[in-house]
């Protein structure tokens, strides 16, 4: 059975940084890409980040450019998301996903299992 478990979530003032993880487990990954979404009250999940297979491409949602950064480590099966200078309207919980592909991908339709998620506040 597939599981996908984040953690790292939490509550963190406005300029702080919080590193999310997500292992997973059931079989083996490392073939395919992954992705970061979040979710807010009353929003529809939104794309934050992916990573190739590899972990030689990424590419970012234009909200989070510059201030989060995906990874990955294949031997471990575990991908994981710094973000940094976080703010209020970062909060959300975020989920972590294995897509169908092996390249990037930003659509929530080509990513075929899903974490639970971990919540992420960001106080003001």
């Known amino acids: 059975q597939v599981q996908l478990v984040e953690s790292g979530g939490g509550l963190v003032q406005a300029g702080g940084s919080l590193r999310l993880s997500c292992a997973a487990s059931?079989?083996?990954?490392?073939?395919?890409?992954m992705g970061w979404f979040r979710q807010s009250p009353g929003k529809e999940r939104e794309f934050v980040a992916a990573?190739?297979?590899?972990?030689?491409?990424?590419y970012y949602a234009d909200s989070v450019k510059g201030r989060f950064t995906i990874s990955r480590d294949n031997a471990k099966n575990t991908v994981y998301l710094q973000m940094n200078s976080l703010k209020p309207e970062d909060t959300a919980v975020y989920y972590c996903?294995?897509?169908?592909?092996?390249?990037?991908?930003?659509?929530?339709?080509?990513?075929?299992?899903w974490g639970q998620g971990t919540q992420v506040t960001v106080s003001s």
């Open positions: 996903a294995v897509s169908r592909l092996s390249w990037v991908t930003v659509s929530l339709d080509e990513y075929r299992y």
């Open positions: 059931g079989r083996t990954f490392s073939i395919y890409a």
């Open positions: 990573i190739n297979w590899n972990g030689g491409s990424t």
